[in-house]
């Protein structure tokens, strides 16, 4: 079995910088790619960025983009995601996902749910206002 830690989350005001981590641990394996969601209270858990890592390829949600950052190590199955600039509109639960092997359709796909395989327990970040 593989399990996801992440790390990383905290309480920060608005406009400042978070760094979080996770790192993949358990049977050996290599990941075909990682990302991160996250859940707020009362809303469904949504995408915000995801890698790739045969390419290097990225993807990320719209409210995000030129804020936040994915960045990793495959060899070490640790993923990070550096967080600028934040809003109160960025707190949530976030969460790390690994995507286990080849998935032909998964660059359509990367923003959906069903196309992770394995699942962190979430890290908390707070933006004050």
């Known amino acids: 079995q593989v399990q996801l830690v992440e790390s990383g989350g905290g309480l920060v005001q608005a406009g400042g910088s978070l760094r979080l981590s996770c790192v993949a641990s358990?049977?050996?394996?290599?990941?075909?790619?990682m990302g991160w969601f996250r859940q707020a209270p009362g809303k469904e858990r949504e995408f915000v960025v995801a890698i790739r890592w045969s390419d290097g390829s990225t993807y990320y949600a719209d409210s995000v983009k030129g804020r936040f950052a994915v960045s990793g190590d495959n060899a070490k199955n640790t993923v990070y995601l550096q967080m600028n600039s934040l809003k109160p509109e960025d707190s949530a639960v976030y969460y790390c996902a690994a995507v286990s092997r080849v998935r032909l359709s998964w660059s359509g796909n990367y923003y959906k749910r069903g196309s992770y395989d394995y699942w962190g327990q979430g890290t908390q970040v707070t933006v004050s206002s």
């Open positions: 358990g049977r050996t394996y290599t990941s075909y790619a």
